[in-house]
């Protein structure tokens, strides 16, 4: 049972034997994200083994990281995967249109345009509020080297040393900016990729529920950097 | 000649909610309840794990692939399990 | 059933600009090509290194020959200076592994067999193949620079271990160690592009017919090489990432001093070192089976057990890197199993090589060139598989650990194995790829002088090992210890040269045969596989038509050829039945 109807143009144009049963792009796409899950694995395990190795030197969760902004901040990466997949129950609905009336309802009913532009603004407002938050920390004394001299966060540091994990500031740094800004950096490049489908592909109304695919395959990408964000959320603000 | 598919489709909006939920949940229990660290540990690592499942489940629709499919998302987990239990007990050492 | 759809042709487009069509190409066969021709230029880069390196260990304090026209950094009244010298060693490691036999094994073959072996026109993803070529280049150019720059080329060993390689103000090299990170960083997404593209084409593009257990054993190894490839590397580019942070903005991932650990680096490293070894043998066992298969007119033994072989080391490769870590102060528990998991995979490598050898067991062998260098590949790779045996076992590890004795083993298998490999399959789809045949005499010739004069230069290797020289020393004559060997350095330093010399003998075949070869037959080596269905060399698009595929690919001696020793994976004999493929688009193209 799938959930894309193999239709006509999903198919290899020419015959071939069963393989996976899904078209090439959306297998190809599931292949790379494998390897991005390795990718983080070595960034994410990193900071676990690292961390680990700290014990309870590290600093007490909230005390540097603005924890409520960033709260906020997955909610709205939450939001964009909703509606990227809207989006692409949208198209497969065949739903083109940005917003349409729908006969008894009071809201209109949004289409493949309307869903992926507010995917976009989401993803692009996760975008802006990291780097707002990048600014301040910095801002505050918070760099990958551990926290500046002279700076709030190091007198922080110094009237409370436990709760502000002094010793291994430069390790909590290096790790946060690490972790954060390659996902952040993939989350740019999921913006990037749909503004170019967007204008491409999605205004002159070139996908159709007969071939979608680009949409569905953006769509994985765009699940997979949201999943990515869901464990970091907790391992590095939460805990 | 397309091969013929029904499915129910998952209810977003409900999936949508459910994370919001456990979302606050987790902040909450980040900050509010006064539970031992450990526990609170493994509780944080269990509603991450169950959010990432949510959205890989019914967002990205694995719920609905063949295994074949679902395989090849699955393979890299175990390795970075291995990977990071293997580290870590080196470090215990 | 609906007529089969027509495919594009040469015919269908537009004729390209010679730009398009041989140097910004989308064609597999191109790119492999291109592959081919950069890597050999790498892996004679890394062969010139290791000369260089021979020099200083066979002759320490002469000065080097020709040496006048390097930089007084590197040498000094023409000697090799020691931080020239841990150059040497680092990037002749570097770009051996990392730019000649990984893009000849996997860039060249993968790009160039796969969609011909499986009845396709190209791979799954025509211009991300073309952006997986441009990236390698450019990280090869990228790693090739860092001889250039100042304070000169990375110098802490090919492993980089950190926090040498994370500090320049302790290893010295500066710039190059950063471009080192980068290069890595590139090449692995190269890598990652080409195994996305190899996966994917094989599990949804083989022709109607080609099912799983049909396809070459070359097909099959280059898969789960990909496989490993798209997992692994990215576990490296990881790990690259981290020390160029460290080396740049300050973080301090793998420096002890200021809470970091340095065996992270190695964890990440070996985990991904060792999947990547694994990259570097199992195309090389795949190529070296179809072939012997060839030149022994039989199938090949046991074909369900040597495609479970594969598997099980691809399986079994991802937990035993620690075995490269076992002088590392690691856990000693740990130890232990990395010890038994490294000789279980013994097992299965044991099982292909009784497999190759049952093969040719009563074969009616044909000795042609690339069969001579598939034997040899065989014996060559046995023995670095037995001293394997003995470093697995970590009571013998600890004294063997970072000498000549490991050197000797990664070589028989680097070089006895892949590189033997490589010698066996560039001769045998040189006709596919330029229409002409390498010359057999030079060819057998240059089979039998590198042989000889590679067991003369590795196999004493083993005996200075035991005997206490240490790897990438600069003067083991310091040592009063290893004085008395230093004849044996002096024997494999010059057959080491005379190896390196042999080897232009295969580099004038290979250029001399692209304009003055003789033209090659279309199928020349009276093979199985689908690419000998096509003329040579092959044409754009491969087929017109989407190939059928009737039966396995090594039925050499079949009865039911009849006359002939081979039959093809897509002749159709009279009593064949047209394989039924998937569902077609209705209307066709």
């Not at chain 3, 040498?75 to 680092?90: A, R």
Request: hydrophobic share 50%; proline share 7%; aromatic share 14%.
């Amino acid at each position: 049972m799938q959930t894309t109807t193999m239709t006509d143009a999903m198919r290899p144009p020419v015959p071939a034997e069963p393989g996976a049963g899904v078209y090439s792009n959306k297998l190809g796409m599931w292949v790379f994200l494998a390897s991005d899950v390795m990718f983080f694995t070595a960034l994410i395990g990193s900071y676990i083994v690292l961390r680990f190795g700290m014990g309870s030197a590290w600093a007490r969760p909230g005390a540097v990281l603005n924890v409520p902004l960033t709260g906020l901040n997955t909610f709205l990466l939450i939001c964009s995967s909703v509606s990227m997949v809207k989006a692409y129950a949208a198209i497969a609905d065949g739903k083109k249109y940005f917003l349409r009336k729908v006969p008894g309802k009071t809201l209109q009913d949004g289409g493949l345009k309307f869903w992926l532009l507010v995917t976009i603004i989401c993803g692009a407002g996760f975008v802006g509020v990291q780097v707002v938050e990048y600014i301040k920390l910095v801002g505050h004394g918070f760099t990958p080297t551990g926290y500046r001299e002279g700076s709030l966060l190091a007198e922080h540091a110094l009237a409370d040393p436990v709760k502000y994990g002094a010793g291994v500031a430069g390790m909590y740094g290096s790790t946060f900016f690490t972790m954060t800004g390659f996902h952040g950096f993939h989350v740019t490049c999921g913006v990037i990729s749909m503004l170019y489908l967007y204008f491409t592909k999605v205004l002159p109304e070139k996908y159709s529920p007969q071939d979608y695919r680009g949409i569905e395959v953006i769509g994985l990408y765009w699940h997979f950097v949201d999943l990515v964000w869901i464990i970091l959320f907790t391992i590095v603000y939460l805990i | 000649m397309t091969t013929p598919t029904t499915h129910v489709r998952p209810n977003y909006m409900l999936i949508w909610l459910y994370l919001f939920v456990m979302t606050i949940a987790e902040v909450l229990l980040a900050f509010e309840l006064p539970v031992s660290q450990n526990l609170k540990l493994i509780l944080l690592l269990i509603l991450a794990i169950w959010k990432a499942m949510l959205v890989a489940l019914f967002f990205m629709h694995l719920k609905f692939e063949r295994w074949r499919l679902r395989l090849i998302f699955i393979v890299p987990l175990p390795l970075a399990v291995i990977l990071v239990t293997t580290v870590i007990m080196e470090k215990v050492f | 059933m609906t007529t089969v759809a027509h495919t594009p042709t040469e015919a269908h487009h537009a004729p390209m600009s010679f730009w398009r069509k041989y140097i910004f190409s989308t064609d597999h066969k191109i790119i492999g090509i291109q592959f081919l021709f950069v890597s050999l230029f790498f892996l004679l880069v890394g062969g010139l290194l290791a000369m260089q390196i021979r020099w200083q260990l066979g002759f320490p304090g002469k000065p080097l020959p020709g040496g006048g026209i390097l930089p007084e950094s590197m040498v000094s009244g023409g000697v090799i200076l020691p931080e020239y010298y841990i150059q040497l060693v680092t990037m002749h490691g570097t770009f051996m592994v990392f730019f000649a036999i990984m893009p000849l094994l996997v860039g060249v073959y993968a790009n160039f067999l796969i969609p011909l072996k499986i009845g396709t026109h190209d791979m799954a993803f025509p211009r991300i193949n073309m952006w997986s070529f441009w990236l390698a280049l450019l990280a090869g150019l990228i790693m090739l620079a860092g001889f250039f720059v100042p304070d000169g080329a990375p110098r802490a060993g090919w492993t980089m271990y950190a926090p040498l390689s994370a500090r320049p103000d302790l290893s010295g090299a500066t710039i190059s160690q950063k471009l080192w990170s980068i290069s890595i960083v590139v090449l692995g997404l190269s890598s990652v592009m080409g195994s996305v593209n190899y996966i994917t084409t094989i599990i949804n593009h083989r022709a109607p017919g080609m099912h799983w257990f049909r396809m070459p054993l070359s097909v099959w190894a280059l898969f789960i090489t990909a496989i490993l490839a798209v997992l692994a590397l990215p576990v490296l580019q990881g790990a690259a990432i981290m020390l160029l942070f460290d080396q740049t903005i300050g973080t301090h991932f793998f420096d002890p001093g200021a809470g970091g650990q340095p065996l992270l680096w190695q964890h990440l490293f070996w985990f991904f070192g060792h999947p990547e070894v694994y990259i570097l043998i199992l195309p090389a066992m795949g190529m070296v089976s179809d072939i012997i298969a060839n030149g022994s007119r039989k199938p090949i033994f046991g074909y369900h057990s040597m495609v479970f072989a594969i598997i099980g080391i691809a399986f079994l490769g991802w937990i035993v890197w620690g075995h490269h870590m076992f002088m590392s102060g690691m856990n000693p528990t740990l130890g232990s199993t990395f010890m038994v998991s490294t000789l279980l995979i013994a097992v299965p490598s044991a099982i292909k090589v009784f497999n190759w050898m049952g093969t040719m067991w009563r074969g009616n062998l044909r000795f042609h060139v690339p069969m001579l260098n598939a034997i040899g590949f065989v014996s060559m790779f046995t023995i670095g598989g037995l001293s394997g045996i003995f470093m697995a076992a970590t009571p013998v590890d600890i004294p063997l650990h970072d000498t000549q004795f490991i050197v000797a083993h990664l070589h028989y298998v680097l070089f006895g194995g892949s590189l033997f490999a490589l010698f066996a399959a560039i001769p045998y789809w040189y006709p596919k790829m330029f229409g002409r045949m390498m010359s057999e005499r030079i060819g057998k010739l240059h089979f039998f002088l590198t042989f000889i004069f590679y067991n003369m230069t590795f196999f004493p290797m083993h005996i200075i090992g035991m005997g206490g020289q240490m790897r990438r020393i600069y003067d083991p004559t310091i040592y009063d210890f290893l004085k008395p060997q230093q004849p044996l350095n002096v024997f494999i330093s010059y057959s080491a040269f005379a190896l390196f010399a042999v080897q232009f003998l295969f580099l004038f075949n290979f250029l001399w045969s692209l304009k003055r070869g003789k033209k090659a037959p279309q199928n020349p080596w009276e093979d199985n596989g689908m690419e000998w269905s096509l003329p040579n060399p092959a044409p754009h698009g491969n087929w017109d038509k989407t190939p059928n595929v009737y039966r396995g690919p090594y039925e050499f001696s079949a009865p039911e050829a009849g006359d002939k020793d081979y039959l093809p994976q897509y002749l159709k004999l009279p009593t064949d039945r047209d394989p039924v493929p998937a569902p077609l688009p209705a209307g066709g193209h």
